[in-house]
């Protein structure tokens, strides 16, 4: 999880920055994540 922040944070300003959008110093995101696991029963 980790890095896959540490490579938004330098995604999404590179867009904005080459689309001449004014975000100032600082630019807000949020990250949901979701995750599924599988077990299985014990032998019987």
């Not at 540490?6 to 904005?16: A, G, V, Y």
């Amino acid at each position: 999880m980790e890095s896959l922040i540490k490579k938004l944070k330098i995604m999404i300003p590179e867009p904005l920055e080459a689309n001449g959008t004014e975000t100032g110093r600082e630019v807000s995101f949020e990250l949901f994540t979701r995750r599924f696991k599988t077990t299985q029963r014990a032998a019987v």
